[in-house]
């Protein structure tokens, strides 16, 4: 019988990706992040007034915000410009939406960005928003344009459930990528089905959960009205942002240094391993916009 034998290289290899799995963006070394020389930009905006107490979402405040942060993404002088400069009337876009019911994408955003879409000239025929049966949806099997939107949470196997996960419906069988706390999640982004089409990502803060025990885990108690939204064209660095906020919020909330857990590794690993975009902090250009009390970034 022969014995398997550990090598140089695999002890490398998991060396590193242990130092990715439990780092989280704190005192990360630059040598794991790919070179870039250029920063990925992310807009925060944020309006104190976006959700009332009763959890009630103002759909003009929050088309405001979705508009301005767009604008500022694009850098272009106005609105239908800068949603010009994304979608075209020959498109065919499906929206990625989230629809857990404890925390699901708010329905006033769905509207805001199929209404922009649909000023761009794209058919109103020729949108779908769905999160489950996106396989099955006509739309989305012919998309040549996506959004990819949803409310950020703490999850019991990948650690966070944010933009990169969003894309775990678009696998025929999403409980294959669960092994090793959701790791491989960045390999979504490669199927045939979505690759190269996302033109916009939208990560909902407006009332995150920050802590959860357990499979499914909700509790209000863990949420707060950061009345926020995180824009870019990069999933990864987006996800990077709003793992740093979540992470400083439970760093208030506790007062200690706790961890999300399992670690959200699957970010890093979409950037190293798959390439889709940048995790680096140091890489990322962000743009705040708006309120900025408790910012925590």
């Known amino acids: ?3 398997n034998k550990i090598t140089r290289r695999d002890l490398i290899k998991k060396s ?6 439990s780092a989280l963006y704190f005192n990360m070394p630059k040598i ?27 759909s003009n405040i929050i088309k405001e915000m979705l508009d301005e942060a767009v604008v500022t993404l694009t850098g272009k002088s106005d609105i239908s410009q800068s949603w010009a400069t994304i979608f075209n009337k020959n498109d065919i876009v499906g929206i990625k939406t989230n629809e857990w019911h404890n925390l699901h994408t708010p329905l006033e955003l769905e509207e805001a960005i199929k209404n922009r879409i649909i000023e761009t000239g794209v058919n109103s ?8 049966g996106v396989l099955n949806d006509d739309v989305f099997k012919n998309a040549t344009a996506l959004v990819n939107v949803r409310p950020i949470r703490t999850h019991y196997w990948a650690g966070v459930g944010s933009l990169i996960k969003n894309y775990i419906m678009f696998s025929e069988k999403p409980s294959s990528y669960h092994p090793d706390t959701c790791a491989d999640l960045g390999a979504l982004w490669k199927l045939p089905i979505v690759e190269g089409k996302t033109k916009l990502n939208i990560l909902v803060m407006l009332t995150p959960l920050f802590h959860g025990v357990g499979p499914h885990h909700f509790n ?33 909330y506790f007062g200690e240094d706790r961890p999300i857990n399992p670690p959200p590794k699957h970010i890093f690993i979409a950037d190293t391993k798959y390439k889709i975009g940048t ?17 925590l970034i």
């Open 1 to 3: 019988m022969i014995k």
């Open 16 to 21: 590193a990706l242990a130092a990715v799995g």
């Open 32 to 58: 794991v992040f790919a070179n870039k020389t250029s920063k990925t930009k992310v807009i925060l905006i944020r309006n104190k007034n976006v959700i009332d107490d009763n959890g009630i979402v103002n």
């Open 125 to 132: 025929q020729n949108i779908s928003i769905k999160d489950r």
């Open 220 to 252: 209000k108690e863990y949420t707060w009205k950061y009345n926020g939204l995180l824009v870019g064209f990069d999933p990864v660095a987006v996800d990077s942002v709003g793992i740093r906020i979540l992470q400083e919020k439970r760093r208030q």
């Open 279 to 295: 995790a680096d902090p140091n890489k990322i250009e962000l743009i705040s916009l708006g309120w900025k009390n408790d910012i």
